[in-house]
């Protein structure tokens, strides 16, 4: 389990009110659901469809990917590995720029159809490109989705080559048009905090739901599902990832059992809002696929992690030795037992270390 330090709790509990007011136009975890629609729809897809969406050219042979051992490159083979990223812009359909605050992982196993997701913090100290320690989130803004590619492949020893990026209001939108969600217990303190965010998503969106109450069973329209999703001061960030899984379940069931008519207008409504470099014969690739298609674990990264101020950058997410924190990522991911490091990750973990002190 990462650790935390009550110094890091203090300032966690000290940024939560300024944090509320910020506008931020987030995903989270649950933009994934909106590539799991798109390649569940193989009757529905058109191309016509596929030209709504924003579409960032990359090719594989340019995306930079570390020297990988023979048994790391088999292990990678049997997974189709796609980057999302939910962007920090104010304005719509602006996918080249921007700082990625949503950064996750996602892995398909090719032979059982599970899919597994792992959401690398925003604060994380990494090097985004070149020798440059910043926070994880600073490699989409300098260098679009191929540069923020490069940086996961690079500090998790990866071999992602394509992407997929959203805008704030897919999320919502996604969610009214299946119906909705229902979480099986809505806990007073995540009520709380929920109609808290109802505000500042509301305003976003241009929505006008109402607060929701604790209970069971509680139906959740799209701006509060949401707000329920962005929640991360009951139980910080681990009981959030909980709460992301859940929602990406429900809308993940419904949408398999969607009808045609309503698929069809689901993408309609979602498309514009979409941007990736998976081409029309790579997403129905995938879709061939989808019977066998079901949801596995979620987790973070780092798992072993302390928060801490580096120099001039503020506060970060540090990894508590990042070789040791890719090997279990690579674990949890791929089942892969027997991976070995690159020696780019040896060198980029002796260098954090040598950066913080940790």
């Not at 890091?8 to 509990?13: A, M, Q």
């Amino acid at each position: 389990m990462a650790r935390d330090t009550q110094n890091g709790r203090v300032r966690e509990g000290k940024r939560k009110v300024s944090r509320r007011k910020r506008q931020k136009r987030k995903i989270i975890l649950i933009v994934v659901i909106i590539l799991l629609a798109l390649i569940m729809i193989p009757l529905a897809f058109s191309w016509s469809k596929y030209e709504k969406m924003g579409k960032i050219v990359i090719k594989d042979k340019d995306v930079k990917i570390n020297q990988l051992d023979s048994d790391t490159k088999k292990a990678l083979e049997g997974y189709e590995n796609i980057a999302l990223f939910g962007l920090d812009n104010r304005s719509s359909g602006n996918y080249e720029s921007g700082n990625s605050d949503t950064i996750i992982v996602v892995s398909i196993n090719k032979e059982t159809g599970e899919i597994k997701m792992a959401s690398v913090y925003r604060d994380t100290y990494l090097d985004i490109d070149d020798n440059k320690f910043r926070k994880a989130n600073a490699a989409y803004a300098n260098g679009g989705p191929k540069q923020a590619i490069e940086m996961l492949n690079k500090n998790l020893d990866l071999d992602i080559t394509d992407y997929v990026s959203v805008d704030f209001n897919a999320l919502v939108d996604a969610i009214d048009l299946l119906g909705g969600i229902e979480i099986d217990e809505l806990s007073p303190e995540e009520a709380k905090w929920l109609n808290g965010y109802l505000v500042e998503t509301n305003e976003v969106t241009g929505h006008n739901s109402g607060n929701v109450s604790a209970g069971t069973n509680v139906h959740l329209d799209g701006v509060q599902a949401t707000s329920y999703a962005r929640i991360r001061y009951v139980g910080l960030d681990y009981e959030r990832t909980n709460r992301q899984r859940t929602i990406i379940t429900k809308m993940f069931e419904k949408a398999k059992n969607c009808d045609l008519l309503t698929l069809n207008s689901l993408m309609d409504k979602l498309l514009p809002q979409i941007s990736t470099s998976l081409s029309p014969t790579e997403l129905l690739g995938l879709a061939g696929n989808v019977t066998k298609y079901h949801m596995g674990e979620n987790t973070g990264f780092p798992f072993d992690k302390e928060s801490h101020d580096v120099g001039n950058m503020g506060d970060m997410v540090i990894p508590l030795d990042l070789e040791k924190n890719v090997v279990q990522l690579h674990q949890f991911l791929y089942s892969n037992e027997t991976y070995t490091p690159s020696q780019t990750v040896k060198e980029l973990s002796e260098t954090i270390h040598s950066n913080t002190g940790y």
